[in-house]
Every structure is written in structure tokens, then in C-alpha cells.
């Protein structure tokens, strides 16, 4: 008979590894392993994985390029929506998960496969966003969670790995970090406890530059497309090429503290310079491009979008519609923001913009009124006070 084929969402990680074997050995399954990237693997990493997946047993493995896909679908949206989960947290590696179990059920079933599989614990979020993507797209496909369900340890997967013939250097490192487009994480140690921050040593980009440097953004619609005049039509590149210039100043650094999908607290620290950098300065750019209630409804739905997004949400149809807000809210959103550059900080020094509604006849904030007299503001201000007056009144008479 033949085997029946399982899909394994691959990282090269421990679990996924233990996963592999445990799948192929023990259970007797064709493990075929996929890795879906996302911007955060260069060409190196991916051929080292790829070495790895089939060193452990894999029948075959993919690697999905799907980074495009996660700026057009995912990135874009949440600098519309200037997205910063509970005001700190640009949503950074979490917002690739979805994506990522997108592609792999896509290949699940275009090569007919039986199971998908992934590695995730049953403390975090991953595991609701794999399963539930899955879920939704594929329910006839089974899905196998080994690392879940067998309730492992880090030491009985070394152990099993090596009784099986598989040699690595598989040490405990004292943190976890998941680098992607659009920020890194790090976990473990000083994150596990409420009182505690990370270290210097602990961030993977460390700080360098030193002095400060003034650099431009050119945004088109909402999205970045310049970097100190220099024109990007391919917006991975310009967050890649923005990213290069401002993590030497360890910009982007924080500690993110926020409620689980599974209901627990939860600290994980990142640096995300270029998504920092991005979001500051294209909300700038919204407050002199956008009117009042624009601004205002869309922090709103901006709010609502990452909430959804972080939360395995994104197949929800509410999100497509929250989307066409989104794009619709961007149509003037043109224009160029000087920021600088500090070692650990930066500065949004201003903007030009041909929309900027700060040019206009009407008036000069706190300097002078051209569109109106002195009698227009009294009046105006009498009637704007009445529903006041009418409720104090009320009050006053009352308490006689």
C-alpha cells in the first residue's frame, strides 16, 4: 500500500525536525516539508533548511516565495491602518503566520497530500493560526500536531532525535528569535518575567552608528516608494533598503505586552526599525493629508483590522471590506516626510505634500483668520455652547 502523504510546515527549528522523524519513523507517513518565506530567510538559510529537511528523512521539500504576497495582502494594510497592537507592537512577525498557512495548505493540496502538519506548542498563537487557516480552506485535509499533542520536552526531542541517527547542534539558546520583513522578535529569559527587560546583548542588530542623519520618505497613495529621493517600485526592497539604514541607529526597539488568542499574558521583546519608521511617519503625513473624521474613523477600524489580523482573523470577510476603507482613505496620502536619525531614536521633522491642508487661505493656526471675521467666532461659538448652557441651566434650576 502506499504511503500516505503529510505536508509539514518546516522551519529547520527542533520541533519541526522531531517532527519530521517522528512522522516519517514512527508513524510511517511520506513527509514532504515546505518552508514559506516570507522576507525573513536569505538564499543561505533557505539551502541550509532545505539540507536539513532532507537529511532527517523528507521525501521532498519546497520553498515558498511568498514576500510579495505578504506586502501586498498584510504589510500595505496595516501602514494604512498605522497598526500598532495595544499602541507598541507593529504586529511583526505574527502577521506572516497566516500567510504562511495559506501556502501551505495551497501545496498541500496541489501535490494531493493526506495530512498538513506543523510544529507549534500548545502555549501560543501559532497554533490557532495554522489550525484554523487549515481549517477554513482545507477541512478535508487531516491536520497532525505531534509537538501538541505529545506534550513534549526540548530534552526528549534531542534525545529521540539522536536515537535516531540525527546529529545537530540542537544547544538551548537563551533566546528565541523570528526574524521577518517586517520585524524580529525575541523571546525567553527576561520577556518570561513582569519586572524585567531585555538586554543589549539580546537584540540581534546591535547599535553602531553613531551622530545623527537627516533621510527622507516619499510615500505614494499610503505606500512607501522613496528613500532620500531615490524611487522604489518594489516595496520589499525600499522596507529592506530602509531597514539597513536605521537598525545601525537600534531604532525600532521595544517590549511588547499583550493578551494571547488562548486567553494568557503574554511579553515578547522586537526591533523593527523600518516598520517604525514607516507607520510614524505616514501617520504624519495622514494628520496634514486627512480630514478630522477621516483621521479619526480610520485609527477606528485601523484598531479593529490588527485585532483581527493578530487574532487568526484574517479569512473573515469583514477584513476585505475594512480593506476597501483602507485603500479608499489613501487617495491622498502623497507626499514627502524628513525624519531624523539618533542613536536609539528618531525625530518626524515635517512633511511636503501638494495635499497638505495646512496650505490653504483660510486661516494660520493662532497667528490669523482670513476666511472668517471676529463676529463669525462669536457666533459660531455661542451656538456651538448652547446644548451646555441649556444642560447647566437645567442643573441650576434644579438645585433651587
Known amino acids: 500500500m502506499a504511503k500516505k502523504k503529510v505536508v ?15 512522522l516519517s519513523e514512527d508513524c510511517g507517513y511520506d513527509v514532504y516539508t515546505a518552508i514559506a518565506n516570507t522576507g525573513g530567510f536569505g538564499p543561505e538559510e533557505l539551502k541550509s533548511i532545505e539540507e536539513r529537511a532532507y537529511r532527517l528523512g523528507a521525501v521532498k521539500h519546497a520553498t515558498l516565495d511568498i514576500t510579495q504576497e505578504y506586502y501586498r495582502k498584510s504589510i500595505k494594510y496595516m501602514v494604512f491602518g498605522n497598526i500598532l497592537r495595544n499602541g507598541t507592537y507593529p504586529i511583526s512577525v505574527s502577521s506572516e503566520r497566516i500567510f504562511q498557512a495559506i501556502a501551505i495548505i495551497n501545496y498541500a493540496k496541489e501535490i494531493g497530500a493526506d495530512y498538513v502538519a506543523h510544529g507549534s506548542t500548545g502555549a501560543g498563537n501559532d497554533q490557532v493560526r495554522f489550525d484554523l ?7 478535508e485535509i487531516g491536520i497532525l500536531t505531534p509537538t501538541r499533542d505529545m506534550t513534549l520536552t526540548r530534552e526528549y526531542e534531542i534525545e529521540y532525535l539522536k536515537k535516531h541517527g540525527y546529529t ?22 527576561e520577556t518570561l518575567k513582569s519586572n524585567q ?34 524611487a522604489y517600485d518594489d516595496k520589499v526592497a525600499a522596507i529592506q533598503a530602509l531597514e539597513a539604514i536605521a537598525s545601525p541607529y537600534a531604532i525600532g526597539r521595544d517590549m511588547h505586552i499583550g493578551d494571547t488568542i488562548i486567553g494568557i499574558k503574554g511579553r515578547v521583546g522586537f526591533e523593527a526599525a523600518a516598520p517604525m519608521l514607516i507607520i510614524a511617519a505616514h501617520k504624519m503625513l495622514e494628520k496634514h493629508t486627512l480630514t478630522k473624521w477621516q483621521q479619526y474613523w480610520k485609527d477606528q477600524v485601523g ?23 483602507l485603500d479608499s482613505s489613501q487617495k491622498n496620502v502623497t507626499g514627502r516626510v524628513i525624519v531624523e536619525l539618533h542613536p536609539y531614536r528618531y525625530v518626524l ?24 471675521s471676529a463676529d463669525d467666532v462669536k457666533g459660531f461659538t455661542k451656538i456651538l455652547g448652547n446644548q451646555m448652557k441649556i444642560f447647566y441651566a437645567v442643573q441650576n434650576k434644579n438645585k433651587k
Not at 487557516?133 to 477541512?139: M, R
Not at 546591535?206 to 510615500?219: E, K, N, P, V, Y
Not at 515635517?350 to 483668520?369: A, H, P, R
Open 303 to 325: 484598531t479593529w483590522y490588527g485585532m483581527f489580523l493578530h487574532e487568526a482573523q484574517y479569512l473573515e470577510p469583514v477584513m476585505r471590506d475594512i480593506e476597501v476603507f
Open 197 to 230: 527587560t531585555l538586554p543589549e546583548e539580546a537584540y540581534p542588530s546591535q547599535m553602531t552608528a553613531t551622530g545623527s542623519r537627516t533621510i527622507t520618505l516619499d510615500f505614494v497613495k499610503g505606500e512607501i516608494a522613496g528613500i532620500d529621493g531615490k
Open 133 to 139: 487557516t487549515f481549517q477554513i480552506l482545507a477541512p
Open 8 to 22: 509539514l510546515a518546516f522551519s529547520g527549528g527542533l520541533d519541526t525536525s522531531f517532527c519530521v522523524k517522528y
Open 349 to 372: 521633522v515635517g512633511v511636503e505634500s501638494d495635499y497638505d491642508l495646512m496650505k490653504s487661505d483660510f486661516g494660520e493656526y493662532g497667528e490669523v483668520n482670513k476666511a472668517w
Open 168 to 189: 545537530a547542534d540542537f544547544k538551548k539558546m537563551e533566546y528565541s528569535i523570528n526574524k521577518g520583513l517586517w520585524g524580529t522578535s525575541i523571546g525567553g529569559k
